[in-house]
């Protein structure tokens, strides 16, 4: 090799490097880089869910198929729905608890964690039980899948059992562990999946296996997370009942229920929109609208499932630390750094929307695009604004979060419904567009006073 070829890949090794460096050394930086590593688990875990799911679909055929989707999905939604987030509490708490030094208090959080979780898994299992019977009925569910379709309706309970070893392994900065976790479960399916197609199985082995390969991810995060509060000798004396542990921060079952209910407003803002546009449009203008709304979430994508997630722990840390600095620094650069990259994904979407939609779903789908464009547009915008929840959840400020969640989904589905109205499959998506002016608007004007505390440029000592 020439010497002038070694020398110039010589310094792109250690720009590399040198870029490397820089990245790591900068605090604000964290929640990219820590949103990077969860990029590889979750690529994994949308590729393996794909894969699985058409396995299990060629399996079983259409109707055997789709009595496992409403079992799934049956199970799944009754979790969001009744699950209480404690994962939040322990990152807020946990982290003051960390600074302060006071392991014993971080062990009770850890077992009201554990309580609610119980609490939650109670509740959705009896949810499930109910409706399984009046589901089964409805869908045809074969007699000899009934008793495994049972089996398969427990599952509930551990999905109810995440929030706090997920809560422990953030606060410990486990993203790795959390990255690999995600995709257990689909590639198990995957392996299953494959057998069963070649061994010609049905429903009550898919259901079986679905189950297992659930669980056992499940159990794998409970796992890394025991590790990881073993390796910090957190795990002696864990078992023994604290104090008060039920209620180990005053106020925490308020913030807890104040979470809930964000997330419940949030849920409801992006599950119950399809369905309104199918009540005023039909079934046509349901579809178009969903395949809007799909295409436009590859702008909130990134922002949602990776940023979000990342940048929460690294704001309760800096609260509980008191370094304004850092966390203003934070804030205001993961905005930027999303804002902009939500508005190039959001270029190519309007550039390239139309041909992508024609080629996944057909001709007849093309009249979802302006409504497409406008979503992404939302999305766009959102993105600038994101750390905005994360931060007023981290110092405490839920109520307002909560206040301002319930007042733009109201508005939200008024416009909603206004511009479908008038306008078709395209106004629902300017309704997207109103709903993120709104929010970003009362963002700023209630939470004006705490954000701008936190916002406030300070000056160096």
């Given amino acids: 090799m020439p010497l002038a070829d070694t020398l110039t890949d010589n310094r792109a090794v250690r720009g590399l490097r040198a870029l490397g460096g820089h990245i790591r050394a900068k605090p604000w930086l964290r929640p990219v880089r820590n949103a990077g590593t969860l990029l590889i688990g979750r690529t994994a875990q949308a590729?393996?869910?794909?894969?699985?799911?058409?396995?299990?679909?060629?399996?079983?055929?259409?109707?055997?198929?789709?009595?496992?989707?409403?079992?799934?999905?049956?199970?799944?939604?009754?979790?969001?729905?009744?699950?209480?987030?404690?994962?939040?509490a322990i990152l807020r708490h946990g982290a003051e608890a960390l600074q302060a030094d006071r392991p014993r208090h971080l062990q009770r959080l850890i077992q009201y964690g554990v309580t609610v979780n119980a609490l939650s898994a109670a509740v959705a299992l009896t949810?499930?039980?109910?409706?399984?019977?009046?589901?089964?009925?409805?869908?045809?569910?074969?007699?000899?899948?009934?008793?495994?379709?049972?089996?398969?309706?427990?599952?509930?309970?551990?999905?109810?059992?995440?929030?706090?070893?997920?809560?422990?392994l953030q606060l410990f900065d486990r993203w790795r562990l959390l990255s690999l976790q995600s995709a257990v479960a689909p590639f198990l399916r995957v392996l299953t999946g494959a057998g069963m197609l070649l061994a010609g199985a049905g429903l009550p082995a898919f259901l079986l296996a679905w189950f297992a390969a659930r669980a056992f991810a499940r159990m794998v995060?409970?796992?890394?997370?025991?590790?990881?509060?073993?390796e910090r000798g957190l795990l002696r004396?864990?078992?023994?009942?604290?104090?008060?542990?039920?209620?180990?921060?005053?106020?925490?079952?308020?913030?807890?229920?104040?979470?809930?209910?964000t997330r419940g407003l949030m849920t409801l803002r992006e599950d119950a929109a399809v369905i309104a546009v199918g009540w005023l449009l039909g079934p046509g203008g349901a579809g178009l609208f969903r395949v809007a709304d799909k295409l436009g979430q590859v702008v909130e994508k990134p922002v949602s499932k990776l940023l979000t997630p990342t940048i929460l722990p690294e704001l309760t840390h800096q609260a509980a630390r008191g370094h304004t600095r850092d966390r203003r620094k934070m804030v205001l650069r993961t905005a930027a750094l999303a804002g902009g990259f939500s508005l190039v994904?959001?270029?190519?979407?309007?550039?390239?929307?139309?041909?992508?939609?024609?080629l996944a779903f057909g001709e007849a789908y093309t009249g979802a695009y302006a409504a497409m464009v406008l979503t992404?547009?939302?999305?766009?915008?959102?993105?600038?604004?994101?750390?905005?929840?994360?931060?007023?959840?981290?110092?405490?400020?839920?109520?307002?979060?909560?206040?301002?969640?319930?007042?733009?989904?109201?508005?939200?589905?008024a416009a909603l419904a206004g511009g479908t109205v008038a306008f078709g499959v395209t106004g629902a998506g300017l309704a997207?567009?109103?709903?993120?002016?709104?929010?970003?608007?009362?963002?700023?004007?209630?939470?004006?006073?705490?954000?701008?505390?936190?916002?406030?440029?300070?000056?160096?000592?």
């Fill in 432 to 461: 997207a567009i109103v709903y993120v002016a709104v929010l970003g608007a009362l963002f700023l004007v209630l939470g004006r006073a705490p954000l701008s505390g936190y916002l406030r440029k300070q000056q160096r000592s």
């Fill in 47 to 88: 590729v393996l869910g794909l894969v699985a799911m058409a396995l299990a679909a060629r399996a079983l055929g259409t109707e055997a198929f789709g009595i496992l989707a409403v079992l799934e999905s049956l199970v799944i939604a009754t979790g969001k729905l009744t699950r209480l987030n404690a994962q939040h």
């Fill in 345 to 358: 994904l959001c270029g190519a979407l309007a550039l390239a929307g139309k041909p992508v939609i024609a």
């Fill in 221 to 230: 995060m409970m796992a890394m997370a025991l590790r990881t509060l073993r």
């Fill in 237 to 261: 004396g864990l078992a023994r009942p604290a104090r008060r542990f039920w209620r180990p921060e005053p106020g925490i079952w308020r913030y807890v229920g104040g979470i809930q209910v």
């Fill in 127 to 168: 949810i499930v039980m109910v409706a399984l019977g009046p589901a089964g009925d409805a869908f045809g569910l074969p007699p000899d899948a009934a008793p495994m379709a049972r089996v398969y309706g427990t599952l509930v309970v551990f999905i109810m059992f995440v929030d706090t070893p997920r809560g422990v």
């Fill in 376 to 413: 992404a547009v939302a999305f766009a915008g959102q993105a600038w604004i994101f750390p905005l929840q994360p931060l007023l959840f981290s110092t405490g400020h839920v109520r307002l979060v909560v206040a301002v969640r319930a007042i733009t989904t109201a508005v939200y589905f």
